[in-house]
């Protein structure tokens, strides 16, 4: 049994009869030596494998280039060269796998719009390495987060009926064969005799459903796809993207920031201490500073402003932003970089928004212009959270979908909640992706997801 690079840099040398099986990062033949460095995604680090011309196949190793597949065993012994503490001196080395001519990672560095157009490649270059194993432990923190405190998690439905955010941003899905007529009705498209036998569409948020479940559940979380038909083309935008969405009865927008802040502080101290060196890889090569960044986060207490008073910074900043600052107006990017980076210089939460700018389903305030929403903010990404305490109040709620243009009949089951033992409740929704940039440093959002859906692109 072979294992993993990461087991056998832990190991007290010597120790005989090991096997390591991966590709090779780079292969360096000197005299009468090839030193082969072994990755397997386990670690960053790679296991250096010295094979001599006592091997049989030596010929065929010295031939061996970066990106082939190889398993060798052999015993594990210190190494006499720096940079690495041991290394393997093999009895046998396998080519399982060789690389043509042309294999497009060679050991120099790539630019990252390269590596892009190279998705099935990329997995095995060094950054890569480093952002797939810290979103794989980003996901088990965020599920022991919510675990350890007793939270349910529900898997909400991918297709929909209903427009949770109500912004019209949504792929449809449908059966209908686009090459044959579409049966029409009055003019417009027949849905009753589609698939579904309505209209239906791929989910902007599984909060609604998430909703549901609160209010039996009490504290339930959904971790799953979200898909928004937003002709953004934004470092920070994806069109398919991960979304991790709590939801709490009888809980108010407090309850709701409170949890907010615990988990990101949670989540990124969990990220730290399981993975150190990418860690450290990335404050050496993405983002100088980013551990410091990120171990001050931890350690503090982020501020809060509401969304008057975020307006009110902005006009008297003297700044110049692309876009207007007015009361009513949403922030746009260069306004929220600008109150979490300059002004606040760590994570703020803005709550109150006008009630015209967020979803139909905030809660009204008493002011009855704003609602009662909370963005966290976060440097380097902007926002990162969306929250609110939900309304609660059938006849307030019945009186935002009108006034947001909502048809009643999709949304019955949702109102229903409010009839039936209805409570105070709130939640946010983390964008997964967002959340690895803000860990990462990483500066696109491309480049923290295997294979990114954006307006234009859906190779791979
Ligand atoms: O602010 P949003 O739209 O909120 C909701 O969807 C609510 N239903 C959440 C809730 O209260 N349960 O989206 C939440 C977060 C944003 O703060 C952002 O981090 C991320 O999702 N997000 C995106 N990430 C990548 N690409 C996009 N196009 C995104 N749109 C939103
Ligand atoms: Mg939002």
């Known amino acids: 049994m072979s294992e993993s690079v990461k087991m056998l840099l832990g190991y007290e040398p010597p120790k005989e009869a090991v096997v390591v099986e991966g590709w090779l990062r780079t292969a360096r033949a000197g005299k009468d030596v090839v030193f082969l460095e072994v990755n397997d995604g386990s670690c960053a680090a790679s296991l250096q494998v ?17 990106g082939a597949a190889v398993r060798a065993e052999g015993t594990l012994v210190a190494s006499p060269a720096k940079g690495q503490t041991v290394e393997l001196k093999p009895h046998s080395v396998t ?3 060789d690389v043509e001519q042309g294999y497009p990672l060679q050991k120099k560095r790539h630019s990252f719009e390269f590596l892009r157009t190279m998705a099935h490649l990329r997995p095995r270059a060094r950054t890569f ?3 797939f194993r810290v979103r794989h432990a980003l996901q088990m923190a965020i599920h022991e987060f919510f675990d350890e405190r007793g939270f349910i998690q529900v898997h909400t439905p991918i297709v929909t009926a209903s427009d949770c955010e109500g912004a019209g941003q949504m792929f449809r899905v449908s059966a209908f064969d686009p090459a044959a ?4 009705k009055d003019g417009a498209v027949d849905f009753s005799q589609d698939f579904f036998a309505k209209e239906t569409s791929l989910t902007v948020s599984g909060q609604l459903e998430a909703e549901v479940f609160a209010l039996a559940f009490k504290n339930v979380y959904t971790f799953g796809p979200t898909f928004r038909a937003e002709n953004s083309h934004t470092a920070r935008h994806a069109s398919e993207f991960w979304m991790i969405e709590p939801e709490m009865a009888f809980c108010d927008l407090r309850g709701d920031m409170a949890l907010a802040e615990d988990f990101i502080k949670v989540i990124v101290a969990k990220v730290l201490a399981r993975c150190p060196d990418d860690i450290d890889f990335f404050d050496q090569w993405i983002e100088k500073g980013l551990r410091a960044r990120l171990e001050a986060l931890v350690g503090s207490s982020f501020e809060a402003m509401t969304y008057t008073e975020a307006i009110d910074r902005l006009k008297t900043s003297k700044k110049k932003f692309e876009y207007p600052v007015d009361w009513g107006a949403d922030l746009q990017s260069e306004h929220e970089r600008y109150l979490t980076e300059e002004l606040v210089g760590k994570p703020v939460f803005v709550v109150d928004y006008p009630r015209e700018i967020k979803a139909f389903y905030m809660r009204v305030n008493d002011d009855e212009k704003t609602v009662a929403a909370m963005d966290l903010l976060v440097p380097h990404v902007g926002e990162i959270i969306g929250g609110s305490q939900r309304e609660e109040r059938l006849d307030v709620l019945e009186g935002q979908m009108e006034r947001f ?4 009949e999709p949304y019955w089951w949702y ?5 039936y033992g209805g409570t105070p409740h709130a939640g946010f929704g983390l964008g997964f992706e967002r959340a690895l940039m803000y860990v990462t440093g990483m500066k696109n959002i491309r480049d923290v997801i295997p294979f990114a859906r954006t307006p234009g692109n859906c190779d791979f």
């Open 405 to 408: 243009g909502l048809e009643k």
């Open 415 to 419: 109102l229903d909640l409010r009839r």
């Open 95 to 97: 080519v399982v796998g």
């Open 50 to 66: 010295v094979a001599d011309p006592s091997l049989p196949n030596y010929a065929e190793i010295v031939r061996l280039g970066t």
């Open 181 to 184: 007529p579409i049966p029409k």
């Open 129 to 131: 390495g480093s952002v």
